[in-house]
């Protein structure tokens, strides 16, 4: 794959997460507003939820559990960073 095609692929991607994110931020938005009862850490269960659902279907377990322990390990690193002294 020559450099052009990859960076063409790169963007595709970019742009198609782009278009996935606003589209779950406005549909979340909406839910919450709309059941403002509903507390927002059962909402991102909910999303949380989902995203392994999807991912499993999409990619299969093995990519799926790459996907969050890698997700794991960047928490952590970023929490650890955060519990630093500055």
């Given at each position: 794959?020559?450099?052009?095609?990859?960076?063409?692929?790169?963007?595709?991607?970019?742009?198609?997460?782009?278009?996935?994110?606003?589209?779950?931020?406005?549909?979340v938005?909406?839910?919450?507003?709309?059941?403002?009862?509903?507390?927002?850490?059962?909402?991102?269960?909910?999303?949380?939820?989902?995203?392994?659902?999807f991912?499993?279907?999409q990619l299969?377990?093995?990519?799926?559990?790459?996907?969050?322990?890698?997700?794991?390990?960047?928490?952590l690193?970023?929490?650890?960073?955060?519990?630093?002294?500055?």
């Amino acid at each position: 794959m020559r450099l052009k095609e990859i960076m063409n692929s790169v963007q595709e991607l970019q742009h198609g997460a782009i278009m996935v994110r606003t589209q779950c931020l406005e549909t979340v938005t909406q839910f919450a507003s709309n059941n403002p009862g509903i507390p927002a850490q059962a909402v991102a269960i909910g999303l949380g939820e989902l995203l392994i659902q999807f991912s499993v279907s999409q990619l299969g377990q093995e990519h799926t559990h790459h996907l969050l322990s890698s997700l794991q390990e960047a928490v952590l690193l970023f929490s650890d960073k955060i519990r630093e002294p500055h």
